[in-house]
């Protein structure tokens, strides 16, 4: 039986929140991609053109679904839509600057869970998850479109770097290519991180 060989790794376009600087953690809450967010999903789908993609994994908002539609507009790839790969739920921070809820984030351990949201470290957890659900799957090559939070913490896992409160953020639409075996090596120093979580 086939298995995952590698993944491909995007953040979604840019979105009318995010040129704003405003977080959005709530996927049931519109919010589309913009003209130029548009244009970076198209280019992501130019560079991914000669490459076999087998299963493209979304996000359930809105623009990591939108940025996959348009990359992928010519081709017939099944869809997987996994929860666990959500943004970071913001609670009381929801719909305000992104620069709040970091200073937020670097004030408080990893365990805090922001009122009406999540802690980083059960958002950790839920990624994880996610990923498990990847690595398990049969297909070759996987399209992940995403967000920020669950790509640069699996990357930086990936370079052999533990969580931190605050990470810088991944480009737009730009695909970042993991093999099984580094994506299971970052799982796994983040599983490890998430039984006893603390910032360095």
Known sequence: MRAVERALLARHGESELSVLGLTNGDPTRACALTERGREQARRLGEQLAGTQIDLCAVSEFQR??????????????????????????FGEFEGRPLAEYRAWARAHGPEDEVTGGESRAATVRRYLAGYRKLLGRPETTILVVAH????????????????????????????????????????????SWARAPRWL
Not at 69 to 87: C, G, M, S, T
Not at 167 to 183: I, K, N, R, S, T
């Open 64 to 89: 990591a679904q939108e940025t996959a539609d348009l990359a992928l507009a010519v081709r017939e790839v099944p869809r997987l839509v996994l929860p666990e790969l959500n943004d970071v739920r």
């Open 148 to 191: 920020s939070l669950p790509l640069r913490y699996v990357l930086d896992a990936a370079a052999r770097q533990r969580p931190a409160p605050a990470v810088a953020q991944v480009p737009y639409a730009e695909a970042f290519e993991l093999g099984a075996d580094e994506l299971t090596r970052a799982v796994e120093l983040l599983e």
